[in-house]
C-alpha cells in the first residue's frame, strides 16, 4: 500500500479533524465578533464608564502571545478552582483573545466616523443601542472587512496552536496519523491543503460582502 | 516560586529571544530579496513565489514547525529541534516581510528612478543609494508589527519541545504543582518583550511620517 492509500483509508481522522476545526472557527468567529461589536459598543457616548477597565483588557490581549492565554484557561484556572475541558478551554481563548483584536479594529475605524451621524440619530429619537445597531455597526463592518479578513485568517491559524493543549483538531490529526504510519510529509501535505482552501474560501467571502456592501449604495456613504 | 523556578524562566526567555531575533534577522532580508524576486517578475520564479507566500500565510505555525520537525529525517536531513523551529518562523515570517517590501516598492515614485538614471546611475547605484534608504524607513512600522506577531507565535516550536518562554512555564509546574503563578510570570515577560516592540513601532512610524512629508 502506498503512502497516499495508507491516507484515503484513515481519511475519517483527517475529517473528524477537520470538521472540529471548523466548529473551534466558527463558533469562535461569531462569538468573538459579537464581543468585539460589544465592547466598542460599551466604548460609545461621550464619556463611557469602563472606558479604563476596557482598555487595559484589549491592550493586554494584544500584547499576550495566544498559547500563553490558553495556558492561563486550561493549565492555570484549575488552580483557581475553574475546571474546563481542552474544547472549551481552547474556545474560551479564542473568543477572548480574537474578541479583543475584533474590538480593536472597530474601534480605530470607530474613530474615524463623523460626530454628525451620532448627533442626526438621536436628533431624529434613536435610542443608543439602536443607532449602534442600524447606523454605526453596519458601516464599521463594510469598512473594516479587509483587516477582519485578516483577522479571521489569524484565527484559523492559532486554532493550531490548540493542538499544544490536546484538542483533537485538524493539526493534531495530522500529528498522529504521521506517528501511527511514520509518513509525516503527505499527512501534513494534505493538512495544510485543508488550511489553504479555508482561508481561500475567507477570501472570497470577504470580496462577497465588498459586492453586496457596493450594491447597497455603502461606497457613497 | 524560588529561585531554580525564576532562574528556568529566564532560560526560556533567552531561548524565546534567539531564536525569534535569528528568525527576524533571517526573515528581514530574506523578505526583501522575495520581494525583489517578485517585482522583477521572472516568468516561472514570479508565479512559484506568488504560491509559498499565499501558502506560508495560510499554515499556522505550528502546523509547519510540525512539519519540518518531522519531514526532515526521513529526506535524509538531521536536524535538531532548535533549528527546526527557526526554519520554520523564517520561512513564516519572510512571507508577510515580503508583502511589506514589496507594497513599498510599488508605492515608490517612478520620477527618481528616472532623474537618477538620467544622470547616469547604474541601476545597482539607484538602489543602493536611493531607493534602499527610503523604502526601508516606510517599510519599517510593518516590519515592526511583523516582529511582534512572530514573538506572538514563536511558542509554536514548544510543540516540538523546544523549551522556550511558554514551555518553560510546564516544567516549572511539573516541579512546583503550582501553574499559576509560572504562567503569569511569563505572560508579564512577554508582555514586556512586545511592548517594548510596540514602542520601537511608534517610533518608526513618528520617523517614517517625518520622512514622508
Redesign the interface.
Known amino acids: 500500500m502506498s503512502n497516499w492509500e495508507i491516507l484515503w483509508s484513515s481519511r475519517d481522522v483527517f475529517l473528524d479533524g477537520f470538521y472540529n476545526t471548523l466548529q473551534l472557527f466558527g463558533i469562535s468567529a461569531v462569538l468573538a465578533f459579537l464581543l468585539g461589536a460589544a465592547l466598542v459598543f460599551l466604548l460609545e457616548g461621550s464619556r463611557p464608564r469602563l472606558r479604563i477597565p476596557l482598555r487595559i483588557f484589549i491592550d493586554g490581549m494584544r500584547m499576550l502571545p495566544f498559547l500563553i492565554l490558553a495556558y492561563l484557561l486550561y493549565y492555570g484556572l484549575p488552580s483557581a478552582g475553574i475546571r474546563m475541558s481542552a474544547w472549551y478551554a481552547g474556545l474560551t481563548a479564542l473568543v477572548l483573545y480574537h474578541g479583543a483584536y475584533f474590538a480593536e479594529i472597530l474601534r480605530g475605524c470607530r474613530t474615524t466616523f463623523a460626530q454628525g451621524q451620532v448627533e442626526a440619530a438621536i436628533a431624529q429619537g434613536f435610542s443608543l443601542p439602536g443607532m449602534f445597531l442600524r447606523i454605526i455597526l453596519p458601516q464599521l463592518i463594510l469598512k473594516t472587512r479587509g483587516l477582519m479578513g485578516n483577522q479571521l485568517i489569524i484565527l484559523l491559524k492559532d486554532t493550531a496552536f490548540l493542538v499544544i493543549i490536546t484538542v483533537r483538531e485538524l493539526t493534531a490529526a495530522a500529528n498522529s496519523l504521521s506517528s501511527t504510519y511514520f509518513i509525516p510529509m503527505e499527512a501534513f501535505i494534505v493538512v495544510i491543503g485543508f488550511y489553504w482552501l479555508i482561508s481561500i474560501g475567507l477570501e472570497q467571502f470577504i470580496k462577497l460582502i465588498g459586492r453586496y456592501g457596493a450594491k447597497r449604495g455603502f461606497e457613497n456613504a | 516560586m524560588d529561585s531554580s523556578a525564576w532562574g528556568l524562566l529566564a532560560y526560556g526567555a533567552w531561548t524565546t529571544a534567539w531564536i525569534s531575533g535569528i528568525s527576524i534577522a533571517i526573515g528581514v532580508i530574506l523578505g526583501l530579496f522575495v520581494a525583489l524576486l517578485r517585482v522583477a517578475r521572472i516568468p516561472v520564479v514570479h508565479q512559484v513565489l506568488g504560491t509559498y507566500i499565499?501558502?506560508a500565510?495560510?499554515?499556522?505555525?505550528?502546523?509547519?514547525v510540525?512539519?519540518i520537525f518531522?519531514?526532515a529525517p526521513?529526506?535524509g536531513l538531521d536536524i535538531n529541534r532548535n533549528v527546526a523551529g527557526i526554519i520554520a518562523l523564517t520561512l513564516n515570517t519572510t512571507a508577510f516581510n515580503a508583502e511589506i517590501w514589496r507594497s513599498a516598492f510599488n508605492n515608490f515614485s517612478n520620477e527618481q528612478r528616472e532623474a537618477a538614471l538620467a544622470i547616469g546611475m547604474t541601476p545597482w547605484v539607484y538602489f543602493r543609494r536611493i531607493m534602499l534608504p527610503q523604502i526601508t524607513i516606510t517599510s519599517l512600522p510593518g516590519l515592526v508589527n511583523e516582529m511582534s506577531f512572530l514573538?506572538?507565535?514563536?511558542?509554536?516550536v514548544?510543540?516540538i519541545g523546544v523549551v522556550d518562554l511558554?514551555r518553560v512555564?510546564?516544567r516549572i509546574?511539573a516541579v512546583t504543582y503550582?501553574?499559576?503563578p509560572p504562567?503569569?510570570a511569563?505572560?508579564a515577560m512577554?508582555?514586556v518583550l512586545?511592548?517594548l516592540l510596540?514602542w520601537l513601532q511608534r517610533l518608526a512610524e513618528r520617523k517614517a511620517n517625518r520622512l514622508a512629508v
Open positions: 499565499s501558502l500565510r495560510a499554515t499556522p505555525l505550528v502546523t509547519l510540525l512539519f518531522l519531514t526521513t529526506m514573538i506572538k507565535g514563536s511558542p509554536a514548544a510543540v511558554a512555564t510546564n509546574s503550582e501553574p499559576l504562567i503569569l511569563a505572560a512577554y508582555m512586545i511592548s510596540v
